[in-house]
């Protein structure tokens, strides 16, 4: 499996992005997938993650509330809508493929990774 993550950009606090990933390869549409993010000199912290149909969501308390993550199996593709973006969300978002159905907070539960898309929120 093979991960493209795109979207990342820089934007004004209050501002909004929407980032997808891309999967190629089997192993996606059956497993979970999620949304994690590293800033500049900090460990990769969990911010989202969806069951393999969709219908499950699980979020970081820091980001409930203001990112919504979705996919759609038809495309392949992850999704992370994100709204009021502040400074502190600033990192490398990184994507994910799930080892299970339903992924969870821990990275030990992934098993394909992107390579990131930077997201600089400016102040």
């Known amino acids: 499996v093979q991960l493209q993550a795109c979207g990342g950009g820089l934007v004004q606090a209050g501002g909004s992005l929407r980032l997808s990933c891309a999967a190629s390869?089997?192993?996606?549409?059956?497993?979970?997938m999620g949304w994690f993010r590293q800033a500049h000199g900090k460990e990769r912290e969990f911010v989202a993650s969806?069951?393999?149909?969709?219908?499950?969501?699980l979020y970081a308390d820091s980001v409930k509330g203001q990112f919504t993550i979705s996919r759609d199996n038809a495309k392949n593709t992850m999704y992370l809508e994100m709204n009021n973006l502040k400074p502190e969300d600033t990192a490398v978002y990184y994507c994910?493929?799930?080892?299970?159905?339903?992924?969870?907070?821990?990275?030990?539960?992934?098993?394909?990774w992107g390579q990131g898309t930077l997201v600089t929120v400016s102040s």
């Open positions: 994910a493929v799930g080892l299970r159905p339903l992924s969870g907070r821990n990275t030990d539960g992934y098993r394909y």
């Open positions: 969806i069951d393999w149909r969709g219908t499950n969501t």
């Open positions: 390869g089997r192993a996606s549409s059956n497993n979970g």
